[in-house]
């Protein structure tokens, strides 16, 4: 190798047409051809003399990449006056040029127009220098072997210039304080999960049920989407933010159930992606439009679900330090406060406060009753304005209705004098006066059946399917036309291995039923499947101390309001949960008894026929609600 | 000027030379260099023993060779000085070297004569060459052609060589003869006689050149460059690009050739060999070469093995000679005076008052003396004025006890742990680190001419208060140190400007009040550490300085640089003490010894020195390098001397004998750092290829002194495998490693600048 070089560094030499040019360039016309090898012999000497001093530079500066201000420094050192203007820091781009016979290669220097140059924004002034200590701690037992980095474990953005903050990492394949280390890696997903993380997003917003249902079952159980959590999140926040814009109802939901699922797995702690998750949820929840059609769509029901996951986050993961709680209520309350609210937003912002527990009811809701009342008797009771609105107020009517029955019911005392009530709650006195009323009935028919542990579905409520009591209280009845969902919107489904329904227009209905120590609870949710697979949805009290049985009645045909016609069959699932309820050996049983809707047995007493499944999602599914 | 002259000869003998430059500043600088540097070898007579010097000198004129081409050699320098009006330094010289005004005269007119004709080459030309060929001249006159040729023809004359006039045509002939010869004799010699190649190539080859045959000489070039040793590459290198006589003129590693003398060290019998060789043929031509250019340092014994010859040469000037290294150095420690004192007796001190050490002084030497064990290697505690300890260096010392006493022992089995200080941000600009010995804080050096000081402990940086500001304040009080403090100015760094090119090196002073900075524009600069200014910028090297280094114990430090002289400079002197001339290229790295009365210095000639600083004798020339050294270190005993360089390999030198003893192979890139542990058990070398490596530095040593090497020649063996002694290797990503440094309690502290 040294053969090959050797002879021709002696050689090297700048040709003469070089000196031609330069002479030229500085006004010498005709050079003879002997001074230019005599110049050529001695340019090439002086340059190879000036780059040995440079290289000295080059060592003294601690560097391996020779600059152009080293050369500047070994001019210097020969009393010659440095070229000013190199001062680039990487390769000098020489162009290259041919015509009149003559090859060149010159330094493209472009005029500069000075304003141009005055009129840019500065750059950003350069990081300040900064140190960084990082520890290799010895073992006292061994000495260390090499250590690896691995490659693209961190980012080196910042110190190129093009980072944020002067503390940015910086790669050593020392041991390292860990902690600096995690917080600052990019996680690099595996090819696989990768596809997983594809082909999760896509089933879970595109157009096949049956994908989705299994995608946000494995959203749901799956223990190893941790590193995956931070993609999922943003691509929520960022999907709400686009749906929002385009008024998709649709893929708002389907977002909507990919947070449950996130919440629902155990294997994942959403707190450090709180930050993305919860202004989704709410927009859910408060957006002035979420449908294209606000007066034929359903956007309510996604309403409820999302103040259903706020209310769940809430519990879950307010703390004293991050004060979820009291954020989310102070928003919805500023909002409900505002005379302008839109009546959607209105009923968001109720819907979202209702979940919240009886507390806050009482507390925030209760009062405004009288307005809230006289609000909507102008809007139902006034000239029409909008049917829009129309529908918006009987909406409010009856969220307020629903929720606000179940906490009167419990705090205040008998007995329910109607008079009273229109004094007290003005224009929504009588409608609430009857469904208190009802709802101390549900909550003493309840309370016999505490000790049963099972629910009887009567003839005697009509409206039995809607019903659905808040936490710890007696249930209270709804209109059935909140609760039904369109049968193409699915809020929850499990996997395709549920049986499906014989009937594929049938709307099914879940209750379930528990009691956790003195209190019982009992909710019911109605669901459409319309087309393959059957969603098996059941909402499970919060307390999951007690034995918790859950009914699943199954009505083939008709629509919610023909549950109590004679013809139709139903069926009854019991779902019993053991104590634990995310245990995953829970046992669903289903009853395939077929009992003529009238009848009101006692549905556990019924033997087991069938195990639907070993494994219940429900059960991790539906951890608390 | 000829004061300055004065001093510098007078300092060497005389300890507190007065320093007296009256007229120094009209003085041009390059002339300043070239003179102070004679001088200063002269004084020393130092080993590459400048014919100008010494004959200057009064003292033993070394030099030998005849008395008229001295006293040639003499005019030559009088007419250079007479013509750069240096009346006082002329007057000096002759003075001192006996010479009358008349015969000066005359001669001079003799000279100048010459010179004038010097171009024609006449005979009077050719004599006074070849002349002063035999002896040698210093690199510092050498180089000062470089700037000022033009000035000084008489002396450029004086000091050309390759007069004779050989037929080109044959020197290819010479050379592969002489090959073939090597080739045929006895393997145990031939080993010997291979180191003839090298220099005789070169200078047969600038024989060629300068007698302007191009065309043979590049035909020779490429002939007989592919036989040399690799590790001349880069000598051949630049060797390459010269072609033309004209070219010679301004090349330094050239004139360094042409003007100092390639040792090479050869048992008897090999030299009679080539004796008798080159007597039977005739070969005058390579003869003369041999008897002009080279010395020969002829040995008894048996001759040396390839492995012994390669692991010794390398330096741009061949081996040292044997008795360069044969000076006595006191390589011992001085005794600490707090050292005696009981360590609790000192703990309580330090916490009960502040001002006991200083009353408890007396006794503490009372009892010292009786402790006294004296290294005989020890040199005399006042052989170097040192500065007298402050109370606040006593202080730092118990501080320094109390650490030490929390010391982990290192050794193979318990390594030290790494604290890595990466620079970020410092888009390559990093150019020098240092730490303090209580490693609080840290400076680096920047390609930017700036110098930052960062403080790694929670205690900030502040500076002292404005004169106006300090007016104010009670200086009864007890907290007045602390009061003085401008808190204002608090921060974790501070940046100092000043200089106006990169800073090569950074100091701090052993007390922490001070910081020493060199850099491309030739000063070296001190800094106040409780001011945060630029107190004194040290004026003298005018070329670019790459290394500067506090005394251990303060008030001297060292610099050195690019004109290949080391200088050694108080604090309190605006001009140097003494001048350390010999090196043959840059002087690239400077260390103290830990006893304060030498200084080792590293240089791009591949060789490391050691100076005496009493006499500014050279003492000790190591070679065996095959790049510039760019780092070293002595071990805390002063006994050893570890340097590193860019072929990445690591040598240890045993001071007292003057040898190499161990060879640590193991970077790939430029060892920028060296330092051993506290107590001297590990060495860690820290490199351009991203690496720190730990080595057993006990066992390196230990090996070698079991090893019956026979010091009288010098001759080693050195053990084949390093690796034994390599205990591990830690990666940085991609950080070259520019310093290390061991905290007293032996944690290991290393520095560089992210490299993206």
């Known amino acids: ?625 | 000027m000829p004061t300055v002259c004065d001093t510098r000869s007078e300092m060497a003998a005389v300890q507190d030379a007065p320093v007296e430059a009256d007229n120094e500043k009209e003085i041009k600088t390059e002339t300043l260099n070239d003179a102070a540097g004679n001088h200063a070898s002269a004084a020393g007579g130092v080993i590459p023993s400048p014919p100008v010097a010494s004959t200057s000198s009064s003292g033993p004129a070394k030099a030998g060779g005849p008395g008229s081409e001295e006293q040639q050699t003499l005019m030559a320098v009088l007419q250079f000085l007479k013509k750069n009006n240096f009346v006082g330094a002329v007057d000096v010289l002759r003075r001192e070297a006996g010479i009358l005004e008349d015969s000066d005269e005359s001669q001079g007119q003799e000279l100048a004569a010459s010179a004038l004709g010097g171009a024609e080459a006449g005979d009077a030309t050719c004599t006074l060459s070849r002349a002063s060929s035999c002896t040698t001249s210093t690199p510092a006159v050498a180089a000062a052609p470089a700037k000022g040729g033009e000035d000084q023809p008489d002396v450029n004359v004086v000091l050309s060589a390759y007069s004779q006039q050989g037929d080109p045509a044959l020197y290819q002939g010479y050379y592969s003869g002489l090959k073939k010869f090597v080739e045929s004799v006895l393997d145990c010699h031939r080993a010997e006689l291979s180191q003839l190649f090298y220099p005789l190539f070169v200078h047969m080859y600038l024989e060629l050149v300068y007698n302007n045959h191009e065309t043979e000489a590049k035909a020779f070039f490429e002939k007989f460059s592919g036989d040399q040793e690799c590790y001349y590459q880069d000598d051949l290198r630049v060797l390459s690009g010269l072609t033309k006589k004209e070219h010679m003129k301004g090349n330094e590693t050239l004139l360094d050739f042409r003007t100092s003398k390639f040792v090479l060290r050869i048992s008897r019998d090999s030299y009679q060999l080539l004796k008798r060789h080159l007597q039977e043929r005739q070969n005058n031509q390579i003869w003369n070469i041999i008897q002009e250019h080279l010395y020969i340092d002829i040995f008894d014994g048996m001759p040396r093995s390839k492995s012994q010859i390669d692991s010794m040469s390398g330096s741009l000037a061949g081996e040292a000679k044997r008795e360069a290294n044969k000076a006595k150095v006191f390589y011992g420690l001085l005794k600490e005076p707090e050292i005696d004192v009981p360590l609790d007796d000192e703990d309580e001190e330090g916490e009960n008052e502040e001002g006991k050490p200083k009353k408890k002084k007396p006794k503490k030497d009372s009892m010292g003396s009786k402790s006294k064990k004296q290294d005989p290697n020890a040199p005399q505690q006042n052989r170097i004025p040192l500065p007298e300890l402050k109370d606040s260096d006593k202080l730092d010392k118990i501080m320094y006890m109390k650490e030490a006493t929390k010391r982990i022992r290192l050794g193979p089995e318990s390594l030290p742990s790494i604290c890595f200080y990466t620079f970020l941000n410092a888009y390559q600009g990093l150019t020098a680190v240092d730490f303090t010995d209580d490693s609080s804080l840290i400076a680096g050096g920047f390609a930017d001419s700036t110098v930052r000081v960062w403080s790694v402990t929670p205690k900030k940086l502040r500076s002292v208060k404005s004169a106006a500001d300090l007016n104010l304040i009670d200086k009864e009080s007890d907290d007045v140190l602390e009061r003085i403090m401008d808190e204002k100015s608090a921060s974790e760094s501070k940046i100092l400007y000043g200089h106006s090119g990169p800073v090569y090196g950074v100091s701090f002073s052993p007390d922490r009040n001070y910081l020493l900075s060199c850099s491309e524009d030739g000063t070296v600069r001190l800094w106040s550490l409780q001011t945060f200014t630029c107190l004194v910028g040290y004026k003298g090297h005018n070329y670019p300085v790459w290394d500067t280094q506090f005394s251990p114990y303060g008030y001297y430090f060292i610099s050195g640089g690019h004109d290949r002289v080391a200088r050694l400079w108080a604090t309190d002197h605006y001009q140097p003490l003494r001048m350390f001339a010999g090196h043959l290229a840059d002087i690239t790295c400077t260390q103290f010894h830990p006893n304060s009365n030498y200084v080792a210095t590293g240089s791009a000639d591949r060789t490391v020195r050691l100076w005496d600083i009493l006499n500014g004798n050279c003492v000790r020339i190591f070679t065996g390098h095959k790049g510039p050294i760019h780092s070293l270190a002595f071990s805390p005993n002063g006994k050893y001397l570890a340097s590193g360089a860019t072929d990445g390999r690591v040598l240890l030198w045993d001071i007292g004998h003057g040898l190499m003893i161990g060879e640590l192979k193991g970077h790939t890139d430029t060892v920028y750092s060296l330092k051993f542990s506290r107590d001297g058990e590990i060495l860690a070398s820290g490199s351009m290829d991203n690496t720190v490596r730990l080595w057993d530095s006990i066992k390196a040593f230990d090996d070698i002194e079991t090893d019956d090497f026979t010091a009288a020649t010098g001759h080693i063996h050195l053990p084949e495998n390093s690796q034994e002694l390599l205990l591990g290797t830690y990666m940085t990503k991609s950080t070259p490693v520019i310093h290390l440094h061991f905290t007293r309690r032996n944690l290991l502290l290393a520095a560089g600048a992210y490299n993206p």
């Open chain 1, 1 to 625: 190798m040294e053969d090959e070089w050797r002879p021709k560094q002696c050689s090297v030499l700048l040709p003469t047409e070089s000196m031609k040019t330069m002479a030229e360039s500085v006004g010498v016309g005709q050079l003879q051809e002997e001074s230019c090898v005599a110049l050529t012999e001695e340019v090439s000497y002086r340059i190879k003399e000036i780059i040995q001093d440079a290289l000295k530079f080059m060592h003294h500066g601690k560097r391996r990449k020779l600059t152009s201000n080293d050369i500047d420094h070994a001019l210097k050192m020969k009393n010659v006056e440095p070229l000013y203007g190199f001062q680039s820091q990487e390769f000098i781009p020489f162009r290259f040029a041919s015509g009149g016979g003559r090859e060149l290669h010159f330094y493209e220097e472009k005029e500069v127009d000075l304003s141009d140059i005055i009129n840019t924004p500065l750059p950003r002034v350069p990081l300040e220098v900064s140190l960084k200590a990082s520890k290799e701690q010895q073992k006292t037992e061994s000495t260390e072997p090499l250590k690896a980095v691995k490659p693209g474990q961190e980012e080196e953005g910042a110190i190129q210039g093009k980072g944020q903050g002067a503390a940015a990492t910086e790669g050593k394949g020392k041991e390292k304080n860990v902690a600096r280390l995690k917080a600052r890696s990019t996680h690099e997903l595996s090819v696989e999960q990768q596809l997983y993380y594809k082909e999760i997003t896509e089933a879970c917003v595109g157009s096949c049920e049956a994908k989705r249902a299994e995608a946000l079952q494995s959203i749901a159980t799956d223990p190893g989407l941790y590193q995956m959590l931070p993609r999922f999140s943003t691509f929520i926040s960022e999907g709400v933010r686009v749906n929002v814009v385009q008024n998709n109802l649709a893929l708002l939901i389907y977002l909507m159930r990919m947070v449950k699922a996130l919440m629902d797995n155990p294997t994942l702690y959403l707190e450090k992606y709180l930050h993305e998750l919860i202004p989704a949820v709410v927009t859910c929840i408060v957006s002035k439009q979420l449908c294209l059609r606000p007066d034929v769509d359903n956007h309510w029901a996604l309403r409820d679900f999302a103040a259903r996951l706020m209310a769940q986050s809430c519990k879950t993961f307010s703390t004293t330090t991050n004060n979820i709680q009291s954020r989310i209520t102070k928003t919805f309350t500023k909002s409900l406060l505002d005379d302008r609210t839109q009546w959607t937003t209105r009923y968001g912002c109720i819907a979202g406060l209702s979940e919240l527990g009886p507390d806050v009811i009482k507390t925030l809701i209760l009062p405004r009753l009288p307005v809230e009342g006289a609000r909507i008797k102008a809007v139902l009771e006034g000239p029409v304005i909008s049917n829009i609105d129309k529908i918006g107020a009987e909406h409010v009517q009856s969220l307020l209705l629903k929720h606000c029955a179940g906490v009167i019911a419990k705090t205040r005392p008998l007995p329910d004098n109607l008079e009273q009530y229109r004094a007290d709650y003005s224009y929504l006195g009588p409608l609430l006066h009857s469904h208190v009323v009802k709802a101390r009935a549900q909550a003493t028919l309840q309370a016999q059946q505490v000790n049963r542990t099972t629910v009887t579905i009567t003839q005697s409520r009509p409206t039995l399917p809607a019903s659905q009591s808040s936490l710890g209280g007696t249930g209270g009845s709804r209109a059935p036309s909140i609760i039904k969902v369109p049968s193409s919107l699915t809020l929850m489904s499990t996997r395709p291995g549920t049986p499906t329904q014989p009937s594929p227009s049938a709307t099914k209905y879940i209750v379930m039923a528990t009691s956790a120590g003195a209190a019982s609870t009992q909710q019911v949710i109605t669901l459409g499947a319309s087309q393959s697979s059957s969603p098996v949805t059941s909402t499970v009290p919060s307390s999951a101390s007690a034995q918790q049985p859950l009914v699943k009645v199954e009505t083939a045909g008709g629509g919610a309001s023909s549950v109590g016609g004679s013809r139709t069959l139903q069926k009854y699932i019991v779902v019993s949960l053991p104590t634990s309820s995310s245990s995953s050996s829970s046992s669903e049983t289903k009853s395939s008894t077929t009992v003529p809707s009238s009848s009101a047995s006692p549905i556990s007493a019924e033997p087991t026929v069938k195990t639907e499944r070993s494994e219940s999602p429900g059960a991790s599914f539906h951890g608390s609600h």
